[in-house]
């Protein structure tokens, strides 16, 4: 059960004033009244921010107010209460529920600060609109954005930067200190003539050669030339066989082949690959001979002979 003398209202809160269109709203609002409720429904606007809609069992009211220079932002008011208008029987529309749907619609296209929730008893004018706007907390100012924060910081940056140069700037053009006490110069030595009967010593006799084991070298060798690859391993017991196959089935199709091809098996080990191989050879021959194309050839080749 709901108290149908109750009015729910919602605030919207926005901190933005140009973050909502108003009239849109009202607009879109009106089109649907008029197209459930039709000629039961009465518009009236007190100045062009508070509209109601007055119908004979709920009046939805809306409201657009701007909070003013101390706190910057805009209400949204959403009210659905019951209708000053003569009624006979008593509404049975849940206001709480109709006051959520219309502020769910809203919420699909804007995002508001925050929304307050309020129920006063009887319908809603804009007496209450105004001492609702009155009590309204205040907003807390958004967050800065982030180009600002990135220009302050660029510019403590610079000015450490400026500072920095400039004390080294400084300590460069601070003259050196000079010498107290005087230095004394050695007289140049004459040099001493070479003697001719002791051979001088070659300087470059062995040039410097890197060490034959060094740690370092050897890990740049393993690194560019790698270790050479293992042998492929041997096949299987199945594998083999299956070569085998192949090989007793060339001898079937062409001897001489099929004997070469497992003789080279039986000396040197089986190889798949080229058992394949043979075997696709031997199989396509097999079929041009047994084809017209072959028939032909070989009337050919026993007229020439």
């Given amino acids: 059960m709901h108290d149908s003398g109750l009015s729910t209202i919602a605030q919207l809160l926005f901190a933005d004033e140009k973050s909502l269109d108003f009239a849109r709203i009202v607009s879109e609002l009106d089109a649907v009244l008029i197209r459930l409720r039709g000629p039961d429904i009465r518009i009236a606007w007190d100045c062009d921010d508070l509209v109601t809609f007055d119908m004979p069992d709920c009046r939805i009211l809306l409201a657009w107010a701007e909070v003013g220079v101390r706190r910057p932002g805009g209400c949204l008011t959403v009210s659905v209460g019951p209708s000053p208008m003569d009624q006979a029987a008593p509404s049975r529309i849940e206001h709480d529920v109709l006051c959520s749907r219309l502020v769910e619609r809203i919420l699909m296209r804007f995002e508001p600060s ?156 089986e190889n798949m690959q080229m058992s394949g191989r043979l075997m696709a050879v031997a199989g396509t021959f097999f079929a041009i001979a047994h084809s017209p194309v072959g028939d032909t050839m070989v009337a050919m080749a026993r007229s020439i002979g």
């Fill in 114 to 269: 925050a929304v307050l929730w309020c129920q006063v008893p009887g319908a809603v004018d804009s007496e209450v609109v105004d001492d609702l706007a009155d009590t309204m907390p205040e907003i807390s100012a958004p967050l800065p954005p982030v180009d600002s924060i990135l220009d302050s910081l660029t510019k403590t940056d610079l000015q450490i930067a400026t500072r920095n140069s400039e004390a080294r700037r400084i300590r460069s053009l601070a003259p050196l200190p000079r010498a107290t006490t005087p230095q004394t110069v050695a007289p140049p030595q004459p040099a001493k003539a070479a003697q001719p009967d002791k051979p001088q010593a070659v300087a470059n006799d062995r040039p410097h050669l890197p060490k034959p084991r060094n740690a370092e070298l050897a890990r740049i060798r393993t690194a560019l030339y790698p270790p050479e690859t293992a042998d492929a391993p041997a096949y299987s017991t199945q594998m083999r066989l299956a070569a085998h196959c192949m090989n007793a089935t060339l001898i079937v199709v062409w001897a001489p082949l099929g004997a070469a091809v497992m003789t080279y098996a039986l000396l040197r080990g």
